[in-house]
């Protein structure tokens, strides 16, 4: 299944992931066939350095990697081109789409919800395409996300579009989560844990046929919120060219709780479009994407603001290759995200209060990475990589006749920069059949910097006085956060494997949480990707939060990994310098308050326990095979220097998924066990949650390349409340607002159909 690995060596979530098993295996068998050639490695280093040096100085992105890609060119060994066709670059031919995302992609359109099954993995509620992952108890931005290895980042005061929300979820081929202590390699700017999605991989035509053609089509409904959409892939391809289409189609109403009362701004529509253009040569691949996204609304009813417009386009350049040294990963990428938010169509009959009040957004993602394993002394791995990531933001609202919003535009974040420099050295090392080790150390220097700011009005002094004072101190700042891994692997038999890793994180700040200025209530209201309706004012004095965690795993499980397996894993985390917040101001209304909360260093610790497993009930009989599945993850959190519990911490939750499999059909029943919020952060006025179960049942028949899925979510309709929700804005905003502030509701029953099929 592709989903719930945190195992960095044995499992096959991603690509990094099967990299890192099958790499051994390689080694081994390939004792005498490793060149070691010192000259080589020692002209791949100075070239890191060069290209590191290049950034720094010139900031010119392009040259270093047109250098590398010039210089690498070199013949294959018939080594390197077995290795090529293990490691899944190039993907197999007409490969079926997995089967546990097309069941969770009939039942939700949001990519994120691909990993609700994930134990230490939550969702914090967003919009309905745009909900963001929480990672053992570290949300949002403290996770780093890579699409297709494009690092990419939310481009809105109120995170409306995270990462994860420009990839359609029919578009994923493989997403996993690597979380707590994750290898150097993989990614650096998270204390949380890291996240890759890729999108459908090239195919080409295999031998004997001269071309290939394929694709698929696809359509859902979901029965609550009247969701439907569609989505078709086609594929052309010779030997060594390959070309794809890929477009879909997602479209919501708002959904209804338990109780059959709607939840407003639980909308959405969006669009996507993608072609894919790739070369193969014998060992290499090289793959162009591009595509374009268009969300024309999507409602946020835990915020004062929607998403009215998004649009996204992004070009994307991989190039991978094996050589006689070693093997060569590069990434070149462009995002240009323009995104609107205002008042949206639920929220625009509460006029009185909601007025129109546009704000802007123009985010641009631009980066490149490179990456190289070069194996060396039989058993070891050297990789070497430098990575560049650039974020310029834009942040304005313009300015509103006839209201206070008058007469300039505000600007919130004015040609805001964010530029991270990464280098790293990782040495992954198999001492005996038993004991692995790796151990990587890798720097970022990361650059932010923004212009000065203004309010709506140059004379009010509720804009000039923080306006001033912001525009009177420097913005540059320059962080040098240096990230260490250290994991050791003990496998003593074919039935168990246990492993100690310990990881120093570092992540800035983003250029909200030090660069957002306005101190009254309405504006730092527009400051929040928290959902819970207080107000935030950035830092400049933040400093990036440390994070140390200690993590030990063990793995038991039959030699095959077919009968049974239960993995444990408990978890410790110290952040030094854990962004956090003090009040600095409040918001009373009749019978609430709100608070206005500045970003401030706080420390944090965080500790907990994943457990997951399954067990082979039954096989090959008559009812077919039958399979047990089930999580359960433990997280707790708390503020070491306010002494209250961390928000969004996750309570006590679990899943069982009972699945039978027989002459084409899976049929499943799943259980969604989530207990009751009692801990939150009063700071925050976080609202707690009552315990729930959620039932869920699910058949799936294929004939041959038709699949058609039926299912219902939440059988018993069950009301309850969300813990990562937040609150309901909009129903406060209904009040006038005299009422209280409640949590947000979940979706009641859905019954939900989907039909694939592939040609
Ligand atoms: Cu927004």
Redesign the pocket.
């Known amino acids: 299944m592709h989903g719930a690995r945190l195992d960095i060596f044995t499992e096959g979530v991603n690509n990094q992931l099967v990299v890192y098993g099958k790499a051994f295996t390689r080694y081994a068998q390939m004792k005498d066939g490793i060149p070691t050639d010192v000259q080589l490695l020692n002209s791949i280093l100075q070239l890191f350095i060069y290209s590191y040096n290049m950034n720094m100085q010139s900031k010119n992105i392009i040259k270093p990697f047109v250098f590398l890609l010039l210089t690498s060119a070199k013949p294959l060994s018939a080594y390197s081109q077995e290795a090529i066709s293990q490691e899944t670059v190039v993907t197999a031919p007409g490969k079926k789409a997995d089967e546990s995302l097309v069941s969770k992609r009939v039942k939700s359109s949001d990519t994120a919800s691909l990993l609700s099954e994930v134990p230490g993995v939550a969702l914090a509620t967003g919009g309905g395409v745009s909900s963001l992952p929480v990672v053992r108890g570290l949300a949002d931005d403290r996770v780093q996300v890579y699409v297709d290895g494009m690092c990419l980042t939310s481009?809105?005061?109120?995170?409306?579009?995270p990462p994860l929300s420009y990839i359609a979820s029919a578009s994923v081929s493989s997403i996993g989560v690597k979380a707590g202590v994750t290898p150097v390699s993989s990614g650096g700017d998270n204390i949380g844990g890291i996240i890759s999605v890729t999108s459908d991989q090239p195919v080409f035509a295999g031998f004997g046929e001269s071309l290939k053609e394929s694709g698929s089509v696809s359509t859902y409904y979901r029965s609550n919120n009247n969701s439907s959409g569609a989505a078709f892939t086609g594929i052309i391809a010779g030997r060594n060219v390959s070309f794809g289409v890929t477009g879909s189609t997602d479209h919501a109403n708002d959904y209804k709780d338990g109780h059959g009362n709607t939840v407003t701004s639980t909308y959405y529509e969006s669009r996507n479009f993608g072609a894919t253009l790739a070369l193969k040569g014998d060992s290499s691949l090289l793959t162009l994407k591009a595509g374009h996204q268009l969300i024309p609304g999507q409602g946020?009813v835990n915020?004062w603001?929607?998403?009215v417009e998004?649009k996204a386009s992004f070009i994307n350049l991989r190039y991978k290759s094996d050589f006689s040294w070693g093997k060569l990963d590069a990434t070149a990428y462009w995002q240009n995200t323009w995104?609107?938010?205002n008042s949206g169509e639920d929220k625009v009959v509460l006029v009185s209060l909601m007025p129109d009040m546009p704000?802007e957004?123009r985010g641009i993602d631009l980066g490149y990475s490179l990456k190289t394993e070069l194996p060396f002394a039989e058993k070891n791995i050297l990789r070497l990589g430098n990575e560049f990531h650039r974020f310029t933001l834009d942040d304005k609202w313009p300015p509103v006749a006839g209201t206070g919003m008058w007469p300039e535009t505000f600007l919130n974040i004015n040609n805001g920069n964010r530029d991270r420099y990464s280098v790293f050295a990782e040495w992954e090392s198999k001492w005996n059949k038993e004991v692995t080790t790796v151990f990587g150390v890798r720097n970022e220097q990361v650059r932010m910097d923004t212009g000065d700011v203004a309010g709506y009005s140059r004379t009010s002094t509720t804009y000039t006085i923080p306006a001033n004072l912001f525009n009177s101190q420097p913005h540059s700042r320059n962080d040098s956060n240096w990230n260490i891994t250290a994991l050791t692997r003990f496998e003593p038999s074919s039935n168990g494997s246990y492993e100690v890793g310990y990881a120093r994180k570092t992540r800035s700040p983003n250029l909200y949480e030090r660069y957002a200025w306005a101190t009254n209530w309405m504006c730092s209201g527009m400051v929040n990707w928290f959902g819970d309706g207080n107000g935030y004012v950035g830092n400049l004095n933040l400093r990036p939060e440390v994070a140390h965690t200690l993590s030990i795993s063990a793995d038991w499980h039959d030699s095959l990994r077919k009968n049974w397996e239960l993995k444990v894993t408990p978890y410790y985390t110290r952040i030094n310098d854990y962004i956090g917040v003090t009040k600095v101001g409040e918001k009373i209304y009749t019978s609430e308050t709100l608070n206005i909360l500045k970003f401030a260093n706080h420390d944090a610790r965080i500790y907990g326990l994943d457990i997951s497993g399954k067990l082979s009930l039954w096989k090959n009989s008559a009812p077919g095979s039958g399979q047990l599945r089930g999580n359960l993850g433990y997280v707790s959190g708390k503020d070491l220097n306010t002494g209250s519990t961390l928000y969004h911490i996750m309570p006590l939750n679990g899943y069982l998924i009972l699945e039978q499999s027989i002459a084409g059909w899976i049929n499943a029943v799943e259980l969604k066990i989530i207990g009751g919020k009692s801990e939150t952060d009063p700071l925050r006025f976080e609202p707690t949650t009552d315990a729930y179960t959620l039932l869920n049942l699910r058949t799936a028949y294929q004939w041959k390349n038709l699949r058609v899925d039926l299912g219902v979510t939440n059988l018993f309709d069950k009301y309850y409340n969300l813990p990562l929700g937040g609150i309901n804005y909009d129903n406060f905003l209904h009040t006038k607002p005299n009422g209280n502030i409640q949590p947000l509701a979940g979706p009641g029953r859905s019954f939900t159909v989907g039909v694939t099929q592939t040609f």
């Open positions: 481009a809105c005061a109120n995170h409306m579009n946020f915020q603001m929607d998403m998004n995104h609107k938010m704000m957004t």
